[in-house]
């Protein structure tokens, strides 16, 4: 069965990179699919953040393309996302998904917290 | 980009009545939209795609519709366990899009 698991830290330092990884699991990383990143600020809503192809084709939200990164390791089977200079804005759970050449999003990683404070 | 509004934002309804959401694009994102169902702490669901098409494993009775800039999605007898929140996707244009998500209470 295929699993999507983010790990990282819950706690980041205003000014710092957050980095976060999703180990995909039960399914190969380069079998034809997209890989996404989330985030759901506390209360709020869903922000898609960018995808990534395995072949490291990069597709990002412009609201926060000059900060964001997405890289994939295919000999892990995982790809990982960069945000640069975060603040408390950034605070949210992220969650990492699969999305075909369609773009919906099946399925979710369980999503991990995020506190961005000093 | 696309900016998707869900209404209501909290519908209040008994177990075994009909639930009716809705979603509107800001411009047209042809069929392309899709419909997730969350609990809280959990992640998101996928129900719907295509506006229509159940994804494996979702009963019956969600059923979705609409095209261009007004979809529905309908839960035709609830249950318990439909009691969460739902959110609607456009996949039609970079970037992709979220509704604010309605929830459905007891």
């Known amino acids: 069965q295929m699993q999507l698991q983010e790990s990282g830290p819950g706690l980041v330092k205003p000014s710092e990179t957050l980095t976060l990884t999703c180990s995909v699991s039960g399914f190969s990383i380069t079998s034809g699919y997209y890989w996404g990143w989330i985030r759901q600020s506390p209360g709020k809503g869903l922000e898609w953040i960018g995808s990534i192809f395995h072949s490291g084709r990069t597709y990002y939200n412009a609201s926060l393309k000059s900060r964001v990164s997405i890289s994939v390791d295919t000999s892990k089977n995982h790809f990982s996302l960069n945000l640069t200079s975060v603040t408390a804005a950034d605070t949210a759970s992220y969650y990492c998904?699969?999305?075909?050449?369609?773009?919906?999003?099946?399925?979710w990683g369980q999503g991990t917290p995020v506190t961005v404070s000093s | 980009e696309i900016v998707m509004t869900q209404s209501p934002a909290t519908l209040s309804v008994s177990p075994g009545e009909r639930a009716t959401l809705s979603c509107r694009a800001n411009q047209s994102v042809s069929s392309n939209l899709a419909w997730y169902q969350q609990e809280p702490g959990q992640a998101p669901r996928l129900l719907i795609y295509?506006?229509?098409t159940r994804a494996t494993g979702i009963p019956a009775r969600f059923s979705g519709s609409g095209s261009g800039t007004e979809f529905t999605l309908s839960i035709s007898s609830l249950q318990s366990e439909d009691f969460k929140v739902y959110y609607c996707?456009?996949?039609?244009?970079?970037?992709?899009?979220f509704g604010g998500g309605s929830r459905v209470e007891i």
């Open positions: 996707q456009q996949y039609n244009t970079w970037p992709l899009t």
């Open positions: 998904a699969r999305h075909n050449i369609r773009r919906w999003f099946d399925p």
């Open positions: 295509d506006a229509s």
